[in-house]
């Protein structure tokens, strides 16, 4: 009992120095991704310097989508195992989500503003996107008002892990119709850069500056998913995830 509790503690504090490691590695891609974009990128032809927004703009959205992602496969493991750690990292992914999307709605709006001279258009690609950030703060609204109703601790009771789960496989029937609304319907947006089905041109130094930008916000939100995974276990007394725990040290 004493040695598993010290390997216990060991795996912990390394998982802890993974996690660190990770968001400085972050850090450093950010930095890298802000010399590139801000200096070593040129302008664009037409949008001038309003196009570096894309180099927060897209990252956002992209994390925004992987961390959506993250709730689907973790409502469905949820759902086929019963396991409550799986919801845990569901809530997490949600609430990183949610941040992120209303990130890239602000991002995008500015530079609609300095492009197009509006803050808003209703075009798909905008109001699909808001759709999508009602679908999941409606489902993070769904746990607090399951928790309210029933005295359950968010992230430690099946009664508020299963329906939960279920809207949070529902909201995920949005993700598609965002990314792919440019494609499908006449819009303002300009094509998706990244997942599309025809890629659009891109000057090199562009294509570095947003794939530093990317890689940066990709390892700042794992880190702070696997983070946010931790403190909800150590104020709920559960046994840590794996995941969250041990997976990271591979990372370090």
Do not use: N
């Given at each position: 009992?004493?040695?598993?509790?010290?390997?216990?503690?060991?795996d912990?504090?390394?998982?802890?120095?993974?996690?660190?490691?990770?968001?400085?590695?972050?850090?450093?891609?950010?930095a890298?991704?802000?010399?590139?974009?801000?200096?070593?990128?040129?302008?664009?032809?037409?949008?001038?310097?309003?196009?570096?927004l894309?180099?927060?703009?897209?990252p956002a959205?992209?994390?925004?989508?992987?961390?959506?992602?993250?709730?689907?496969?973790?409502?469905?493991?949820?759902?086929m195992?019963g396991?409550?750690?799986?919801?845990?990292?569901?809530?997490?992914?949600?609430?990183?989500?949610?941040v992120?999307?209303?990130?890239?709605?602000?991002?995008?709006?500015?530079?609609?503003?300095?492009?197009?001279?509006?803050?808003?258009?209703?075009?798909?690609?905008?109001?699909?996107t808001?759709?999508?950030?009602?679908?999941?703060?409606?489902?993070?609204?769904?746990?607090?008002?399951?928790?309210?109703?029933t005295?359950?601790?968010?992230?430690?009771?099946?009664?508020?892990?299963?329906?939960?789960?279920?809207?949070?496989?529902?909201?995920?029937?949005?993700?598609?119709?965002?990314?792919?609304?440019?494609?499908?319907?006449?819009?303002?947006?300009?094509?998706?850069?990244?997942?599309?089905?025809?890629?659009?041109?891109m000057?090199?130094?562009?294509?570095?500056?947003?794939?530093?930008?990317?890689?940066?916000?990709?390892?700042?939100?794992?880190?702070?998913?696997?983070?946010?995974?931790?403190?909800?276990?150590?104020?709920?007394?559960?046994?840590?995830?794996?995941?969250?725990?041990?997976?990271?040290?591979?990372?370090?």
């Amino acid at each position: 009992m004493q040695a598993s509790t010290v390997d216990l503690a060991a795996d912990t504090a390394r998982a802890a120095a993974a996690r660190r490691t990770m968001a400085w590695a972050a850090g450093g891609l950010a930095a890298a991704a802000t010399v590139a974009g801000g200096w070593l990128a040129p302008p664009d032809q037409l949008q001038g310097d309003a196009q570096r927004l894309m180099y927060l703009h897209v990252p956002a959205a992209w994390v925004a989508y992987a961390a959506f992602a993250v709730v689907l496969a973790a409502s469905g493991a949820y759902l086929m195992g019963g396991d409550l750690r799986w919801d845990r990292f569901a809530r997490a992914a949600a609430e990183l989500g949610v941040v992120l999307t209303a990130a890239a709605i602000a991002t995008g709006s500015l530079w609609g503003h300095l492009v197009w001279g509006t803050w808003w258009a209703w075009d798909p690609r905008l109001v699909s996107t808001a759709l999508l950030l009602l679908a999941y703060g409606g489902y993070l609204a769904v746990r607090r008002t399951l928790v309210e109703r029933t005295g359950a601790r968010d992230g430690g009771d099946h009664r508020v892990a299963k329906p939960a789960a279920v809207v949070g496989v529902a909201c995920s029937l949005l993700i598609p119709v965002v990314h792919f609304s440019v494609v499908w319907w006449r819009s303002l947006h300009q094509q998706a850069t990244m997942l599309a089905p025809h890629r659009p041109p891109m000057d090199p130094r562009m294509a570095t500056a947003l794939l530093l930008a990317v890689a940066a916000a990709t390892l700042a939100g794992s880190s702070v998913l696997l983070h946010r995974v931790v403190r909800l276990e150590r104020r709920l007394g559960a046994e840590p995830s794996p995941a969250a725990e041990r997976i990271p040290m591979d990372v370090g």
